[in-house]
């Protein structure tokens, strides 16, 4: 068993090449984690995820605590054993998902009450009922129990929301079973505020985590205060632990957060949109549902390796697609697993090479060349 | 290229253990073909497909037609290139599905004219026309255009409906387009009456066909009715031809009809039952949906080699269906399919040992062992 770790291999301006060290193995990063909401990366088999090149999932907590429920997980061996992947998981701590998904929520100092929306059962989380069921879960990287403050916020709210979060992160800490290979990962909070974000980073650092999110973002702000948000706070991180933008986001998004010192991400995107017919490209986006494919012979994307566009014709995808088959859902989620994973590769390549603007601007005039409608 | 063809290896009473040949390979019988209706075998890749053992797909000319349509698939290289499965590809003739699927059908001699249930489109399909659909889709073996008589009929009705089928079967015939490995099947018609199957086997055979098919069962007269009509039917057809129940169905319905000499068959309930938690075992069917399973870290058959059985516990493709995941309908279906093939696999060796009457008695009490509650 390997120590939880994290070492930089190299940097390239505020971007850095480096290896995150777990119970379950290596990750090499900047990395990106396919979203396995309900134990399973929708429409995919879990060795088809790691064909694609993933070497780490995010698990729901929200969603694993409500079905089939944390302890039942654990009685059956852990999430890893449960859903057959032996490869690293990060589950996130159920605070965002109970404000977005639950009904009749309640927050106070201890906690959040709310009732579930599958089946309106009452349920409450805390910081040490967080730890507790990432703990069965035996997640490989366990995330603070945080609130997500809501966007836009007014700077008062926003900090006592960061604050709360600050006052849950030691909760979490404290609550936290230290295992070998296994880590625990604090939230900086604080909106778009430079001030408050750097009393968040100060705080969480004086705690102590074995990395570091940025949490509350991607939530309306747009790519500008986004990236705004990331050039003031990426530098308020410790350099030796990973950094992670939870939620984001499309390739460009990604692509500017690299630049700007970020290390992980996670986001239902290609998986979402390989349901709904949207594929990414290296031309862009495509809409297979559109008739204009109905007779295209060529394969999807030119320049990608993956089992959808080494076989397939967009022709055969878009009549999947419009028969409403689940195959269409298998081949387009694999594809774009398959793309995120080597857009990854290759700003992991042009870190490691020193040329990490120039590929960005390849990458973002690849992906404006046309072909293609908008999203 | 082969020339299309069938040899009978060893026989069992008046069971078979056969090979057909075709121009894209060889099946060995007595075979089970999954049904791909609209290009895809629901919820899977076909290279799963044929991991599961499966030799050869069916193709639904009705759905095909409709949707992306013939011309189409033709101009795109075929059916096999279309869907990626360089396989055998056997299509029926569109006549069943006219009946059970269409909407304002017209039926005379020439043929049937209909709306598809897709778009309310109008279509006609005569034999003439369901060759030419089947010659474009490029199908290994083409199936004649037949009416599907409905039951229970009286005797008059089945006669000029089985007679009307025998003049189709010529035009069918007189139109398919011979061409080095492919083959063209005649469809037995008759009801329960053997003196119209007798009939219709007789006229079949005066036409001449490279296989025949006993059409007009598994349509609700029962286990009993159909084994009966069996009997004295598959006595009627060639013993150096392949012979083809439409269809059919539960596995002790292919037990009892291979034999009675039946060599091919083909049946949604594998794959539609992956999709509505219903699984095939060697103890008999299990409901993943039933709360029982909720907490069972068994696999689902331990008999069975696939990856829904080897990696995955009961417990979890329980919660994957619960939660509506797609991937519990991909592997409850891979391990349907699978269960089918190594019932076709055990059926083969059976015969040539020469033990397929205790075969059979040993797999008709397994069915019935329970652990599990009824389909």
Request: hydrophobic share 40%.
């Amino acid at each position: 068993m390997t120590a939880f770790g994290f070492d930089v291999l190299t940097t390239d301006g505020a971007a850095r090449r480096g290896r995150v060290q777990t119970a379950h193995g290596s990750i090499e990063t900047p990395a990106f984690m396919p979203v396995g909401t309900a134990a399973t990366v929708k429409a995919m088999m879990p060795e088809s995820v790691a064909a694609t090149g993933a070497e780490i999932l995010l698990g729901n907590t929200y969603h694993l605590m409500l079905r089939p429920g944390a302890e039942r997980i654990g009685a059956l061996g852990g999430l890893h054993k449960f859903m057959n992947w032996d490869k690293p998981i990060l589950t996130d701590s159920g605070g965002f998902q109970v404000m977005s998904l639950s009904k009749l929520r309640k927050l106070d100092e201890n906690g959040v009450t709310f009732r579930s929306h599958v089946d309106g059962s009452a349920h409450h989380l805390t910081p040490e009922r967080s730890m507790e069921i990432q703990n069965h879960l035996d997640a490989d990287i366990t995330m603070a129990f945080d609130e997500c403050t809501p966007f836009p916020a007014e700077h008062d709210v926003a900090a006592s929301s960061m604050r709360l979060s600050m006052r849950w992160a030691k909760r979490s800490k404290d609550a936290f079973v230290p295992r070998e290979g296994y880590g625990l990962f604090g939230i900086v909070q604080g909106s778009v505020y430079p001030d408050l974000r750097a009393e968040s980073a100060a705080k969480l650092q004086e705690i102590g985590f074995d990395g570091y999110a940025i949490g509350g973002l991607a939530v309306g702000e747009g790519q500008e205060a986004m990236f705004e948000t990331l050039e003031f706070t990426t530098p308020l991180l410790p350099t030796n632990r990973p950094r992670y933008l939870m939620g984001v986001g499309k390739p460009l998004d990604i692509v500017g957060a690299v630049l700007r010192g970020v290390d992980m991400f996670d986001c239902v995107m290609p998986t979402r949109s390989g349901r709904t017919a949207q594929a990414f490209t290296h031309r862009g986006t495509l809409n297979l549902r559109n008739a204009r494919h109905a007779e295209d012979p060529r394969p999807m994307d030119e320049d990608c390796d993956c089992p959808a566009c080494t076989h397939y014709s967009r022709a055969y995808l878009h009549h999947l697609i419009r028969c409403e088959e689940i195959q269409g859902a298998m081949l387009l989620t694999w594809h774009n697993l398959r793309f995120y994973q080597m857009l990854m590769a290759r700003l992991r390549a042009a870190i490691a090479a020193g040329t990490l603007k120039q590929t960005a601007a390849v990458i973002e005039a690849e992906l404006g060349r046309g072909d293609v409608e908008p999203l």
